[in-house]
């Protein structure tokens, strides 16, 4: 069946580092991959679209990555801060235009 | 100018009532989900429509009736409520770049 895993419910890291978030898939063949934010009582927002033909995308502080080999999508929050902390959901369209999501890290970034 | 807006945002009512969440997208994009947010987190989509026609139906119980008047609105109805109703619903709307853009949620508490 397909599962799409994210690595940790929850990650904290300290502020200035790199948040490095993780995104598995299996029975899956997606032609991209999307990152998204979500905060505290509200609606998820779209970050970053990668698709299958690109090995990285960028994006101010944002980093992305799609290893279709690996089935995995790396997505990299540089010199992070406070204001980064929320729950980033990866999602992939599974068929008919339907896209899935996975269940989200909870990333804090500690001042 | 909120591109998804759904009401009521939030909504408690009691077991056995009938209730209605509205949504409308001022986008004009062709397609409009809506999706169920659980206690864990877990975004889990419901229905899928494109130009006012049913394209996903997920294992929803047929106590839930989503109708759609014209491309840009997509209201979900929901008969006999139960506990186990009680979630976040977010709609959405999708747009040529497969990007999704999410309504703010309703937030629902069956008692």
């Known amino acids: 069946s397909q599962k799409i895993e994210q690595n940790s419910e929850a990650l904290n890291i300290q502020e200035g580092k790199t948040a490095t978030l993780t995104c598995n898939y299996t029975n899956y063949s997606p032609a991209y991959l999307q990152w998204y934010r979500q905060d505290p009582g509200r609606g998820p927002v779209f970050l970053l679209l990668?698709?299958?033909?690109?090995k990285e995308k960028r994006k101010e502080r944002l980093k992305v990555t799609f290893d279709t080999t690996l089935k995995q999508s790396l997505f990299h929050i540089t010199a992070s801060q406070p204001a980064d902390s929320a729950t980033y959901l990866c999602a992939l369209e599974s068929s008919a235009r339907q896209l899935t999501f996975g269940s989200g890290t909870q990333l804090t970034v500690l001042p | 100018d909120t591109a998804v807006s759904q009401t009521p945002k939030y909504l408690v009512t009691q077991m056995g009532n009938d209730k209605s969440i509205k949504c409308e997208q001022n986008?004009?994009?062709?397609?409009m989900y809506w999706y169920k947010q659980d206690s864990k987190k877990f975004l889990k989509i419901m229905f899928s429509?494109?130009?006012?026609?049913?394209?996903i139906n997920e294992t929803v119980p047929n106590r839930f009736s989503p109708k759609s008047p014209d491309k840009a609105h997509l209201n979900l109805h929901i008969n006999s409520l139960e506990l186990g109703d009680s979630a976040v619903y977010f709609c959405?709307?999708?747009?040529?770049?497969?990007?999704?853009?999410f309504g703010e949620g309703s937030w629902l508490t069956v008692v």
């Open positions: 990668i698709r299958e033909n690109e």
């Open positions: 429509y494109n130009n006012k026609e049913l394209i």
């Open positions: 986008l004009g994009h062709d397609t």
């Open positions: 959405a709307s999708r747009a040529d770049s497969d990007t999704i853009y």
